[in-house]
T-cell receptor, first 112, second 113 residues
């Protein structure tokens, strides 16, 4: 049972472009939605996170947009750079304990 | 910086062997997790622990067990390895509480032949 659905599976963007990755969730009890970034040979690392009481969160070039009624959230990477090439995972959790349910991942490649 | 160390980067085992994957964190975190990562399936939670000697099943616990005898160490055990357990295994830790950041190790790529 896939509780967090992520798309696309892979994405190629030109340098300076906008990268957009989408996620949808089913469990309305989820109350925390982080994005993790993973480079080859490394474990995932927290990039940015949002709670459902706000519709948008921005940190530098990275923005999460959150639509509670549609049960969807997305990551936008503005002015994408080759150094952003990585695999991105959306995730969701509920309550205490930090037990995350992850999406299937998006492999982003930013070309020169 | 928080460090989560997994004992092996690559491991090759034979079907039926008992396999131990070790994970150590150095930040006194209460919570520890084992995930497996497979292409197209993302990260799936195997087991987690909120305290010493405490363990809870995640989404895919079948064929695995865990041990947490000390706060800093969380071991994943494959009682009888099978080829479908060939995967990347990731350990993570976090402070207790709500919405805490997970710190991941670099992973162990396990191949079961």
């Amino acid at each position: 049972q896939q509780q967090v659905k992520q798309s696309p599976q892979s994405l190629i963007v030109q340098k300076g472009g906008i990268s957009i990755i989408n996620c949808a969730y089913e469990n309305t009890a989820f109350d925390y939605f982080p994005w993790y970034q993973q480079f080859p040979g490394k474990g995932p690392a927290l990039l940015i996170a949002i709670r459902p009481d706000v519709s948008e969160k921005k940190e530098g070039r990275f923005t999460i947009s959150f639509n509670k009624s549609a049960k969807q959230f997305s990551l936008h990477i503005m002015d994408s750079q080759p150094g952003d090439s990585a695999t991105y995972f959306c995730a969701a959790s509920k309550g205490r304990g930090n037990k995350l349910t992850f999406g299937t991942g998006t492999q982003l490649k930013v070309e020169l | 910086d928080v460090k989560v160390t997994q004992s092996s980067r690559y491991l090759v085992k034979r079907t039926g062997e008992k396999v131990f994957l070790e994970c150590v964190q150095d930040m006194d975190h209460e919570n520890m997790f084992w995930y497996r990562q497979d292409p197209g399936l993302g990260l799936r939670l195997i087991y987690f622990s909120y305290d010493v000697k405490m363990k809870e099943k995640g989404d895919i616990p079948e064929g695995y067990s865990v041990s947490r005898e000390k706060k800093e160490r969380f071991s994943l055990i494959l009682e009888s390895a099978s080829t479908n357990q060939t995967s990347m295994y990731l350990c993570a830790s976090s402070h207790g509480g709500t919405n805490e950041k997970l710190f991941f190790g670099s992973g162990t790529q396990l191949s079961v032949l």
